[in-house]
């Protein structure tokens, strides 16, 4: 199979969208496949890679949005007509579209090419996060616009497919994430960075007058790990501030560093981590806390539970279908989350840790890429089928029947909904 893959981001940027895009990647390398990425070029500081598994990758500038400093918008060119004209997929995918993916759902369609759009990124709860209410109800409409020219969406979790169809999104489906968990395990966690964070903590705590009295290694150790940015709500975890047993940790990096070290003076702040610093700073938590509300997904959970450490994360979006509240850690309201969010903490540490951590190590077993990628391949198919029916309807002369005529939409559901994967509306197969 020939398959284009147009990616809102892509390396060296490193994302919940990138790591997807890189798994399928090798999935087709592996299983001899051809692929082609279009993505967004580096930014000015950042170091440019022109192939992956010996695809080529095709670059596009790359722009900021106005006041979302997170969010890099690849610059669509005629080019992208042109790239997936010369390549000549038989699918065409989309990570998680917006600019230059609504791009190259366009050309995929003047192509009579199928188009897979896999939806990844709340861009409307950015515009919200951000205050840019005027824009929300504009995102949806151009969402909708580029999602309905593609043969299918796939959406991550139960929550989002709700959502894509109350915005009139059609043909939604789910396909969740896997998760790597040879490279995730609890038996990556460390004593020896435990014990740099606590004595690193303590000394911020005397430096800004509020030593713990409780002993140094009796302390409990509480992360985050993710981007630091506006729309990740990291502020939150100040709940935890004044918390004498407790260590916050913040693994990651991003434009409001410098703010979360203000509001988070005890924190320890380790930047990014990459290789094998990520999955033994997962495994050397307690307790992983999700802040941010608009997580299509939520990948960072997954990567915890694989660790063997429970999670706790706003009652919204993906991070709904992935944990257990009480059995893999806990959800909460997100209007309450600051003031719940000790006490779900206390929960995990005085009453279930340990049993918690086995749950959480058994709820990702099974979840592996190369599972995913089999039902991938299976929806690519689904739509290139699709379009033949299509095809076919368009040239065969139709002879139209009172009860022909009367067959109602739904029939076609019905139809899909033997294909590969779960389709959304129903009951969607959750992660």
Known sequence: ??????????????????NSVLRVLEYLRRNGHEAVVIAPGARDHQEEIFEYEGFRIMRVPTIEMPGINSLPIGVPLPGVLKELSRFRPDVVHLASPFVLGAAGAFAAKALNVPCVAVFQ???????????LKALINATWQWTRAFHNQCALTLAPSSLTIGELEAHGIRNVYHWGRGV???????????????????REGDQLRRA???????????????????????????ARLRALNDREDVQLVVVGDGPDEGLLRQELPTAVFTGGMYGDDLPQAYASLDVF????????????????????VPAIAPAAGGPVDLIAPGVNGYLLEVDSFE?????????ILETGLATMRAHALMTVQGKTWDGLCEQLMGYYAQAMGLRVAAQNQRFTPLVRTQNAAATPRRSQDRQLSGRPGQRGGGSPHVA
């Not at 003031?339 to 929960?347: E, F, H, S, T």
């Open 208 to 234: 800004v007058g509020k030593p713990s009295s409780v002993p140094l290694m009796e302390r409990r150790i509480v992360g985050f790990v993710g981007r630091l940015a506006a729309e990740k709500s990291v």
């Open 1 to 18: 199979m020939r398959v284009a893959i147009v990616a809102e981001s892509f390396l060296p940027n490193v994302n919940g969208v990138v």
């Open 121 to 131: 990124t709340d861009v409307a709860g950015f515009a919200k996060n951000y205050k």
């Open 339 to 347: 003031r719940d969010l000790p006490g779900a903490v206390d929960a």
């Open 180 to 198: 790597d968990t040879d490279r995730f395990h609890p038996c990556k966690r460390s004593e020896a960075v435990r014990e740099s964070w606590l």
């Open 289 to 308: 806390v999700h802040t941010g509300q608009f997580e299509t997904f939520c990948q960072a959970i997954q990567e915890a539970h694989a660790s063997g």
